[in-house]
């Protein structure tokens, strides 16, 4: 059971960015997923998360009409579309997997850093 | 939707115990037992320690435990050995799709 995220990297304010999880181990189609975010020396963010069959979704205020996220079961895939990038979304960005929703995460991903700077 | 309050820091000596406290309201920890604890060593990704307030996953050693009363959880390190130095995250559900997480404690083992 684990999942990898791709698709961080350096990219200028207002750019675009877009990130991947990809999913194993586990029926992906099952599950809620989300995207949790932790700034440079600070605490986590939860920054949006899916239901399983893409009809619920959530925003946290700090992203709300910038972010989308996405889901492709057949791919066993989760996304995040940045768009109007700030610096205050630099991050390490992480998938998680929620488990009988809303009670835990887990697996977490390895992480990927998102750095917004001209 | 506020973090959930927890110390910015413990610390104890090899072999001792400390408690994390993590300090909601009776709209998230109070009002649910959907509360989990992760763990974090530096560069790396969370891990889930406790969930359901005190259940632990398979893996976990055994030093580790929680509770909660009221509006408070707490995880409990009893014989506290180096590798437990780390940060922690409590989290709750928050009712209405909302589901928080505490600021983080840094444990440091002396």
């Known amino acids: 059971v684990q999942v990898v995220e791709s698709g961080g990297g350096l990219v200028t304010p207002g750019g675009s960015l877009r990130l991947s999880c990809a999913a194993s181990?586990?029926?992906?189609?099952?599950?809620?997923m989300s995207w949790i975010r932790q700034a440079p020396g600070k605490g986590l963010e939860l920054v949006s998360y899916i239901s399983s069959s893409g009809t619920t979704i959530y925003y946290a205020d700090s992203v709300k009409g910038r972010f989308t996220i996405s889901r492709d079961n057949a791919k066993n895939s989760l996304y995040l579309q940045m768009n109007s990038l700030r610096a205050e979304d630099t991050a390490v960005y992480y998938c998680?997997?929620?488990?009988?929703?809303?009670?835990?995460?887990?697996?977490w991903g390895q992480g990927t850093l998102v750095t917004v700077s001209s | 939707q506020s973090a959930l309050t927890q110390p910015r820091s413990v610390s104890g000596s090899p072999g001792q115990s400390v408690t994390i406290s993590c300090t909601g309201t009776s709209s998230d920890v109070g009002g649910y037992n959907y509360v989990s604890w992760y763990q974090q060593h530096p560069g790396k990704a969370p891990k889930l320690m406790i969930y359901?307030?005190?259940k632990r996953p398979s893996g976990v050693p055994d030093r580790f435990s929680g509770s909660k009363s009221g509006n408070t959880a707490s995880l409990t390190i009893s014989g506290l050995q180096a590798e437990d130095e780390a940060d922690y995250y409590c989290y709750s559900y928050a009712g209405t799709y909302t589901l928080v997480f505490g600021g983080g404690t840094k444990v440091t083992v002396l």
């Open positions: 998680a997997r929620i488990l009988y929703f809303p009670n835990w995460f887990d697996p």
């Open positions: 181990g586990f029926t992906f189609s099952d599950y809620y």
């Open positions: 359901d307030v005190s």
